[in-house]
């Protein structure tokens, strides 16, 4: 080992060193500082990592939410248009179909006047080559024949029917109420059964409705097994059963007779069994086919 002499070691030599160590020193406390500032930056910025992926994960989670309701809601819309169309286009059809009825209904109507017109007009025609006076003073001198029967309802109980009759040649007219007012039953009830009584013996060759005033019923002609025809009408009012009947028996034509009858009733005091709109939904009714 070389020796030193005190000589050798100058002033300014010391300082140096002395300031070289303490440039040393500061260095490494500033690495020291500094490391310690990246670790702390490098720890915050692993956190922020951590919570932006979180925050990540929860926007994409609520994107997929939204982008599947988006997809519902896209799926709903489509097929709601499809609806709409498909009622459009039902609703189009309806709309024909309900033309096309009322044509045919127009047309069926038209087919019925003309055919009850041309009967009455060939009865009235028979009716003017008889004598007015004949008829009329042949009908006054016969008094109708009243009676109390009994008159079998449609749930097969008895109920009590006055029954007024008057007979001429081979004509025979017949007027029969029957009190309804202790029976639980309707309008369609009462005039079905009382069809189906009045045709047992026949066939019904016309049935439609028919009214008198706001009193609506139906009109029948009935023709029998044994040659005889009827002009019948009924009508349910009240919890009555009004039925007025004009029979023709084979021989000398009585239809004219019997025709004029069956028209001739008339309902007093503005009556009526039909609210104002009724009849309006009953011909939609027949339309659409909802009626019996």
Do not use: W
Not at 23 to 48: C, F, M, P, T, V
Request: charged share 30%; with cysteine.
């Amino acid at each position: 080992m070389p020796t030193v002499c005190k000589s050798d070691i100058t002033a300014s030599d010391f300082n140096q060193a002395y300031q070289r160590l303490k440039y040393l020193q500061h260095l490494s406390e500033y690495r020291i500082h500094q490391r310690n500032l990246i670790r702390q930056l490098a720890d915050s910025l692993s956190g922020k990592k951590d919570q932006l992926a979180c925050v990540k994960k929860e926007k994409t989670q609520l994107l997929t939410v939204q982008q599947k309701e988006k997809n519902n809601l896209d799926k709903e819309k489509k097929e709601q248009i499809a609806m709409v169309n498909s009622l459009a286009s039902k609703e189009k059809k309806l709309k024909a179909d309900l033309k096309d009825k009322q044509k045919l209904e127009a047309k069926l109507n038209k087919l019925i006047e003309n055919a009850i017109r041309k009967e009455i007009e060939a009865a009235q025609l028979a009716a003017k080559k008889k004598s007015q006076s004949t008829l009329t003073a042949s009908v006054d001198k016969r008094k109708p024949k009243i009676e109390t029967k009994p008159y079998q309802t449609a749930d097969g109980s008895s109920a009590d029917a006055r029954v007024y009759s008057v007979a001429r040649g081979n004509s025979e007219f017949v007027m029969t109420i029957v009190d309804l007012t202790e029976k639980q039953t309707d309008e369609k009830t009462v005039l079905d059964h009382a069809i189906k009584t009045l045709a047992q013996d026949g066939e019904v060759k016309l049935d439609i409705t028919h009214r008198i005033s706001a009193v609506y019923g139906r009109q029948l002609s009935i023709a029998s097994n044994d040659g005889t025809h009827s002009s019948v009408a009924v009508f349910y009012y009240k919890k009555r059963l009004y039925q007025i009947a004009g029979i023709a028996h084979p021989g000398e034509n009585a239809t004219a007779d019997a025709i004029r009858f069956q028209q001739s009733l008339i309902f007093t005091n503005n009556a009526a069994n039909r609210t104002p709109l009724e009849p309006v939904f009953q011909v939609f009714g027949r339309v659409f086919g909802t009626n019996n």
